[in-house]
């Protein structure tokens, strides 16, 4: 499976982008997930979607204000982050678990396909 993640830039605090997450190869997930790494920081998690039925899980840092979705004709992921603030500001991964139950889809260990990152900036 590769993951072709895009739609990162600069931003200013209270602004909006879309993350875009495409799959390609075999494109089976249980889960496709987002995590977030900033300089000095572990990754952490962001959301995750169950694939089969379109359910949604939130950090609490960005519930309420991103909203993680998936397009099964396209085999793609999407994050819609609005109110953007600064400390929002990492390299964005998106990642599918094939296996993974729903108590792990928080740890990033559990995720065994990753795209290569695409960094928000959320700066005035």
């Known amino acids: 499976v590769q993951l072709q993640a895009c739609g990162g830039g600069l931003v200013q605090p209270g602004g909006s982008l879309r993350l875009s997450c495409a799959a390609s190869g075999r494109t089976f997930s249980r889960y496709m997930g987002w995590f977030r790494q900033s300089p000095g920081k572990e990754r952490e998690f962001v959301a995750a979607i169950k694939w089969s039925d379109g359910r949604t899980y939130y950090a609490d840092s960005v519930n309420g204000r991103f909203t993680i979705s998936r397009d099964n004709n396209k085999n793609t992921v999407y994050l819609q982050m609005n109110n953007l603030k600064p400390e929002d500001t990492a390299v964005y991964y998106c990642?599918?678990?094939?296996?993974?139950?729903?108590?792990?889809?928080?740890?990033?260990?559990?995720?065994?396909?990753w795209g290569q990152g695409t960094l928000v900036t959320v700066s005035s």
């Open positions: 990642a599918g678990a094939p296996r993974v139950i729903l108590s792990a889809i928080r740890v990033s260990s559990s995720y065994d396909y």
